[in-house]
T-cell receptor, first 116, second 115 residues
């Protein structure tokens, strides 16, 4: 079985400061890892993914995430937060070796609040 | 491409009424997913299709819920009869096949309120 944990319900950060949104995962095989963002009254939007290769992945809107296999983590980061980054962020995992289908498992979401 | 299209965006109905939510996936995507989002339970996978065939419906809460995909460009999620606890935002998402990396593309959602 595959699972994702986002330990923080909410992260508060001041505009201009760096931000980190945490994610840990569990899969039996090798993971495909994803981050999505959801703005109010909108659907989830794809931000970035890790498939293989460089552990530091860069995505949309200046976000990046670091894959750490030993810690089974995939934390989302941004060097300088903007008020417009305030949204709900979801981490998701797919087991590359999972023959049960093209299913992503999502974490519970972390609300990011960036204050001016 | 226009992305995943869902309708209606908002639906308010009374308990006991039938509700039908609609989804048009991205052309060329052969996987389609229905999710439900609530404050209490977060994002839940209800059912997904591959090449119009239901693969896993274990997330469908009960027999009042049904989903169909009559062709590659259209799917429906039906609730009959509806109950207040069905109030939620229902998302449709599509993706390309297993040989790809599998990121999902979501619609804007259908917000259902059952009174």
């Amino acid at each position: 079985a595959q699972s994702v944990a986002q330990p923080e319900d909410q992260v508060n950060v001041a505009e201009g400061n760096p931000l980190t949104v945490k994610c840990t995962y569990s899969v039996s095989g090798n993971p495909y890892l994803f981050w999505y963002v959801q703005y109010p009254n909108r659907g989830l939007q794809f931000l970035l993914k890790y498939i293989t290769g460089d552990n530091l992945v860069k995505g949309s809107y200046g976000f990046e995430a670091e894959f750490n296999k030993s810690q089974t983590s995939f934390h989302l980061k941004k060097p300088s937060a903007l008020v417009s980054d305030s949204a709900l962020y979801f981490c998701a995992v797919r087991d590359m070796n999972n023959n049960a289908g093209n299913m992503l498992t999502f974490g519970g979401g972390t609300r990011l609040m960036v204050k001016p | 491409d226009a992305g995943v299209i869902q309708s209606p965006r908002h639906e308010v109905t009374e308990m006991g009424q039938e509700v039908t939510l609609r989804c048009k996936p991205i052309s060329g995507h052969d996987y389609l997913f229905w999710y439900r989002q609530t404050m209490m339970r977060g994002l839940e996978l209800l059912i997904y299709f591959n090449n119009n065939v239901p693969i896993d419906d274990s997330g469908m809460p009960e027999d009042r819920f049904s989903a169909k995909m009559p062709n590659a460009s259209f799917s429906t999620l039906k609730i009959q009869p509806s109950e207040p606890r069905d109030s939620a935002v229902y998302f449709c998402a599509s993706s390309r096949g297993l040989e790809y990396t599998g990121e999902l593309f979501f619609g804007e959602g259908s917000r259902l309120t059952v009174l």
